[in-house]
Each structure stands twice: as structure tokens, then as C-alpha cells.
């Protein structure tokens, strides 16, 4: 029985030209810059984005947190959604290593409002820590993969940006989002100071996430790079895979919305679990096991028994995603297979 894996993009594994472009890379030391794999893939992506730069780093949580680094001194504090996964699933590093306090904000299906960032803001009052940063997730991962519209980050950034605060987004599947919508992601860019994408998910390179910004951010986020121990010397050979994720993997992207809305509908089709159509905007789908008498980690083993993988996304709720090696076929098969299961 083939083992259908839908507990992340994560798992998705190279393509042959991925494999390929490894051994042609043309290498140097990148902590100097002096790979010239390195510097295509940054200058790829500032030039997708239309930002004056890129950074290429190891992982999303380090982007992440080099732009909380960049945009906040130790003792200010950032707006988020209760659900993002900075707050929830990066080792707490925006406290432990940046300093910095998060403020929460209840999104709706993971997007807020400008209004509801101004209801945060605290006032100039020596009691309070200084609120410098917001943060924007987008697709929101525990809200299931739902999509920010440009003029929705655009709202929040205005407000942000008159009471003198940035705006990072946590872009590790923008893509998807662009995708979905049918927009450039520059148009994203547009309203953030810093914008950080994985090419380690959908898009299914190996290793690696790319920050762009601004000439003199990413100047500083080359620097905070260096501190956390992130330079890496001929970065090339995972930077040319995350070239042919760039040029190569985007479109296809629309082909995992597809499986997965098939997926939430096939699913929901059975009547044993809870799914809200309206939260399945990419490839993400949560369900709601507990129609089932199941906890999230029942239905997961129970599942597995059947070759079918899973995410534990906590009390009963559990999220599959779709991806890259992920078929038509996979879809239906899962469906058959969740369907037999007592
Ligand atoms: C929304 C979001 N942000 C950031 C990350 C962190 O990326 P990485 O695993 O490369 O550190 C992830 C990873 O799953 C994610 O889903």
C-alpha cells in the first residue's frame, strides 16, 4: 500500500532538475558573497518582489526572526495573530533571542483589520513597551492556509505606518497565496518593510528561505544573519535548487489548490468530519475529527494504519496538505481510504 503524505509541503522532495542544477552550481564563499548562485537567487527574488534586495537564509523561522531583529530593539513589542506561527511555532525566539514582547490580535480565519491594529497600539506612556512591529501571515497556517488580500495588507500597513511601525510578513507560502488570487506578489511587497518566503515548502526545494526588503534592511538582516550563526559558505548548492523552485514551481502551485479543494469537498462528503469550506483557499485543509469520537492523534494513527499521513494541529483538529508529488489519484485514493475507516 502506497503511504500518501499530507502532513506538510515540508515533505515534498527535489525535482530532477533540482538534483541537476546542484551539480552545475557555480560556487564561492557566500559569507563574502562571492557565490554566484547565491547572489542569482537573491537578485531572482528582489526582482520578483521589486524590492532594491534579497537575503538568502537557512529556514523561515530564521527570517523570521533576523527581521524581528532588524525592525525592533529588546524590550518593544510586535503585533501578530494569536495563531501565527511566529508566536506559536518558533521556539519563542522573537522573546528568547530578539527581546521582544508579542502583543495579540484575534484574526478572522487569520487576517485582522487596520482597525483592530489601531486598538492595540498602546499610547507613548513610560509604562508601556513600545509597540514597533506588525506582523502579517500570509497564508496563515493554522487558520488553514487562508489568503491576505493586497488591499487588506495594504490597510493594516497604512494604519501601522502612521504610527511609525513596520510591517513584516511571514510569506513562507505567498506564493500560494499570489497564486490564488491571480496576483504578482510585488503587489505584496508594496506595503511591508520585509517580506520572508520559504522555498522549502511548496515550492519544493530543500532547504532555504529568502528575505527582501530594502537596500539598507537587508544591509542589517546580512549582519543579524551572521550573529545567528546563518552565513553559510558555498550556499550555492542549495541556492540553485531554490532557483528552479523560483522559475520552475510557482504555477504549479495552482494544481495543489486544486487537490486539496477536492480533498475538503470529497472529505466533507463523508460526514464524519467538520471542514469550513471557506477556510480552504490554497492547500491546506483542516478538519474536525471529533464528529468521528476521535481526538486529533487517534484519527492520525488510525489513519496512518491506512497509509495516510497527517498533521496534528491540536484537540481535534487535524490538517493535511496538498503538494508537490501529491496526485489526482492520492486525492481519491485518501478519500477512499478515510471513508473506511471506523
Ligand atoms: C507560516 C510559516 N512560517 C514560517 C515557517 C518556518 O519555516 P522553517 O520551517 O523553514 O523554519 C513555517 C514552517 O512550516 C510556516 O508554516
Keep these: 500500500m502506497r503511504t500518501i503524505d499530507l502532513r506538510s509541503d515540508t515533505v515534498t522532495l527535489p525535482t530532477e532538475e533540482m538534483l541537476s542544477s546542484i551539480l552545475e552550481a557555480r560556487l564561492g564563499d557566500d559569507v563574502s558573497r562571492e557565490d554566484p548562485t547565491v547572489n542569482e537567487l537573491e537578485q531572482l527574488a528582489a526582482e520578483k518582489f521589486g524590492t532594491e534586495a534579497a537575503l538568502f537564509t537557512p529556514s523561515g523561522t530564521q527570517s523570521n526572526l533576523i527581521s524581528v531583529m532588524v525592525h525592533c530593539r529588546r524590550g518593544d513589542e510586535m503585533l501578530v495573530d494569536s495563531e501565527a506561527h511566529i508566536y506559536y511555532y518558533e521556539a519563542g525566539g522573537m522573546s528568547a533571542v530578539a527581546g521582544v514582547i508579542p502583543r495579540l ?3 478572522k480565519m487569520g487576517v485582522f ?23 502579517i501571515e500570509n497564508t496563515h497556517n493554522r487558520a488553514g ?8 495588507v495594504a490597510g493594516v500597513s497604512k494604519v501601522a505606518r502612521e504610527h511609525g511601525m513596520k510591517v513584516h510578513i511571514d510569506g513562507a507560502r505567498i506564493f500560494n497565496a499570489a497564486v490564488a488570487l491571480g496576483v504578482e506578489v510585488k503587489e505584496y511587497a508594496r506595503s511591508a518593510d520585509s517580506i520572508s518566503f520559504c522555498l522549502s515548502k511548496g515550492l519544493a526545494a530543500p532547504v532555504g528561505s529568502v528575505l527582501v526588503g530594502s537596500g539598507e534592511f537587508i544591509g542589517k538582516a546580512r549582519r543579524m544573519r551572521k550573529l545567528l550563526g546563518g552565513g553559510m559558505r558555498q550556499a550555492g548548492v542549495i541556492a540553485a535548487p531554490g532557483i528552479v523552485a523560483l522559475t520552475k514551481m510557482v504555477d504549479r502551485l495552482a494544481e495543489d489548490h486544486r487537490n486539496a479543494k477536492k480533498l475538503a469537498r470529497g472529505l466533507r462528503g463523508l460526514g464524519t ?19 468521528m469520537g476521535l481526538e486529533s492523534s487517534e484519527f492520525i494513527a488510525k489513519a496512518k494504519r491506512k497509509g495516510v499521513l497527517a498533521a496534528d494541529f491540536g484537540g481535534s483538529t487535524v490538517r493535511f496538505v496538498t503538494h508537490y508529488g501529491i496526485t489526482d ?12 475507516m471506523s
Design 329 to 340: 489519484e492520492d486525492i481519491e485514493e485518501t478519500i477512499t481510504r478515510i471513508g473506511s
Design 145 to 152: 492556509g487562508t489568503v491576505w488580500k493586497p488591499r487588506e
Design 113 to 135: 483589520t487596520g482597525e483592530q491594529v489601531v486598538g492595540a497600539i498602546r499610547g507613548k506612556d513610560l509604562h508601556f513597551p513600545p509597540s514597533t512591529l506588525v506582523e
Design 105 to 107: 490580535i484575534k484574526g
Design 273 to 291: 468530519l467538520g471542514i469550513d469550506l471557506r477556510t480552504v483557499q490554497t492547500n491546506i485543509v483542516l478538519a474536525d475529527v471529533s464528529p
